[in-house]
C-alpha cells in the first residue's frame, strides 16, 4: 500500500474560531487502483509528514494517528465493497437498518465574513439553491457574530441557518448570545462553548438556558460514544464526522448511540476533496441535516462523486464502495 500527501488549495482563506487556513492538506492511501483519503485538520495537532512516516514503518503501531487510521479503515472497506459490488453505504445499513428517509437536503457553509456586504451578497446567491445554509461564528467579536446571522436570515429570509460557533463564546456569552439570536430562528446552534470546558459546563449552560432554546449541537465535544451518552442529557444533537471519529465504522456507531439517546444527527465534514465528502455521504440517509461541502472550498479537487441538484438534493454516484472517481 501506498501513501502520500496532498496539498489542497482553498478558494478563499476560510476563517473560523480556530483559526484560519488558506491550504489543507489530505492523505491519500492507495491500494492498486483503489484510493481512499483521510484530512488533516490543524485543530488535531496530527503533522502529515510524521505521519506518513509512522506509515512507512515496517510494523505499524496498534496506536495511530486519526488521520492514519481513518484512511486505512476506508481502504478495509474499499477492498469489501470491491469484491461485493455494494456501496459503503451497506455497512451503515447493516448496522443501522434501512434508512427510514432520503438524505436531508444539501447545505453551505460560510466562513467568518470580513466583509458584510459580500457575504450577505453570497448568501443571497447561494440560497438560490441550497435551503440550509451553515454560518461560522466565534469570531471574538459578539457584535460580528450577531450582524452576521442578522445579514444572513435578510438576505435569505427563508433558509435554515445552522449556526457554528466552534466553541468561541465562553460560560457566560454564551446563553446571553444563544437567546439573542434565537430571535433569527436558527434551526440549531452548534458548540457554542469550547469542548475543554467538558461536561458540567454543559450541564450549567443548559440550565441557564432560556426556556425554549433552539436546539443545541455538540460537536468537538463529543469524539466518541462514550461522549454522545454523556451528552445525551444536555444537547439536543451532535455532529458526527469520519475524522473525528476515527474510522467509518466508529462513526456508524456513534450515529447509533444518538438514535438510541433521540439525538439528532448533524453529519458534517472536514475541508477535504470530494474523494473524502462522498465516503461520509454514504451515511446521509441516518443523519437529520447534513454538512458536506468541503470539497466546495478547493480548488484542485482531483475527484468526483457527490453532487448536489439545482435544489440542493444529495446526489451520490452509483458505484461499489465510496463512488468517487478521478476526475
Known sequence: MN???KTL?????????HGTSATREVLRASNGELVTEAPFVPYYGEDPEQTLAVLQQA???????????LALNLMRHEIICQQTGRPLAAFAESKLG????????GCRSFSIPTDLDAFEDRVREISQQFPVLKLKLGSGDLGLDIATVSVARMAAPDAHLLLDVNGGWDLAEAPLMIEKLAEYSPALIEQPIHHRLGVDAWEELRALLPGSPPPIFADESVQTVEDVRALADFVDGVNIKLLKSGSFDAAVAMVEAAKEQSLQVLLGCMIETSLGTTAAAHLAPWADWIDLDGHFYVTNDDYTGLMYDACGKLMMPNRPG???VPR
Open 59 to 69: 510494523v505499524l503501531p496498534e496506536k495511530l494517528p486519526r488521520t492514519a487510521a
Open 98 to 105: 434501512a434508512a427510514a428517509q432520503a438524505a436531508p437536503p
Open 9 to 17: 488549495q482553498l478558494t478563499e482563506p476560510f476563517r473560523i474560531a
Open 322 to 324: 465510496i463512488g468517487a
Open 3 to 5: 501513501f502520500e500527501i
